[in-house]
């Protein structure tokens, strides 16, 4: 015997994504508000991009974007943004947990900033964030999503500090499902050859890395966005995974 269920719909619904204003953040940010929800859009420096990825959204939907600043490091001002959001609209049912900090630290010269850089924003601000706002995310049988990556199970070369954050970010995922279930569920995606770095990357190595895909392109921000929004539409009983978006990429050669 099989049972139906209504189509999920996220009107009204309202979600919170770090790291918003641009990349992949904001295209996350553009496909939830395209399937009704409405979106607080956190940011850490980029306000003007910010600002104009709100007044674009609401000239589509009135007052159903808004931003919120916070250096995410700081865990006081991440409490204070957690108690904020769900004022804007009363509510909160998604955290998208996609702001993150990228670059290389190979093994020599690795320092304690290195450290709190980069496990500071892949990993300790999705813990307490998760944390500070669990108590909205149960009140509307909500959920988690990370963004996670596929080098938190094969670690790129001369990022060691990265890998391990994100690795991290992957057992706090399934950490987190445990906890907050059964009214919260928490995933992750894990993107593979979606964006190239915001420094330079050399023609030959993005073309060996598409080469290592099994569909042989490079992917779109979109693709992650959908997967977000599968997860958070489509997934009732999926928690505790990583969906996995790379195009094959993991496969290996």
């Known amino acids: 015997m099989t049972m139906e269920h209504a189509p999920n719909t996220l009107d009204g619904r309202v979600a919170l994504i770090t790291g918003a204003a641009h990349r992949i953040g904001a295209a996350i940010a553009r496909t939830l508000?395209?399937?009704g929800m409405n979106v607080v859009l956190h940011y850490r420096s980029s306000q003007a991009e910010a600002q104009a990825l709100r007044d674009a959204l609401n000239a589509l939907r009135p007052a159903s974007a808004a931003c919120l600043q916070c250096e995410l490091h700081d865990t006081s001002a991440l409490e204070q943004m957690a108690k904020e959001a769900p004022q804007i609209w009363q509510r909160l049912d998604v955290?998208?947990?996609n702001a993150s900090s990228f670059h290389?630290?190979?093994?020599?010269?690795?320092?304690?900033?290195?450290?709190?850089?980069?496990?500071g924003s892949n990993l300790k601000a999705?813990?307490?964030?998760?944390?500070?706002?669990?108590?909205?995310?149960?009140?509307?049988?909500?959920?988690?999503?990370?963004?996670?990556?596929?080098?938190?199970?094969?670690?790129?070369?001369?990022?060691?500090?990265?890998?391990?954050?994100?690795?991290?970010?992957?057992?706090?995922?399934?950490?987190?499902?445990?906890e907050l279930g059964p009214e919260v569920r928490v995933n992750a995606v894990a993107p593979g050859a979606i964006l190239w770095p915001e420094t330079d990357l050399e023609t030959r190595i993005r073309q060996d890395i598409i080469a290592a895909t099994a569909l042989k392109r490079q992917g779109h921000p979109r693709d992650i966005a959908r997967?977000?929004?599968?997860?958070?539409?489509?997934?009732?009983?999926?928690?505790?995974?990583?969906?996995?978006?790379?195009?094959?990429?993991?496969?290996?050669?």
């Open 33 to 35: 508000h395209a399937a």
């Open 95 to 97: 955290l998208v947990n």
């Open 104 to 119: 290389a630290t190979p093994m020599g010269g690795i320092t304690e900033a290195h450290w709190e850089e980069l496990v």
């Open 126 to 178: 999705p813990l307490f964030l998760s944390q500070a706002l669990a108590v909205n995310l149960r009140a509307q049988q909500g959920c988690i999503v990370n963004i996670a990556d596929i080098h938190a199970e094969r670690p790129l070369k001369n990022h060691t500090v990265y890998s391990i954050a994100k690795a991290g970010l992957v057992m706090l995922t399934r950490s987190l499902a445990r």
């Open 227 to 253: 997967a977000v929004l599968f997860l958070i539409c489509d997934a009732d009983y999926i928690s505790g995974e990583v969906l996995t978006v790379d195009g094959g990429r993991s496969l290996g050669n």
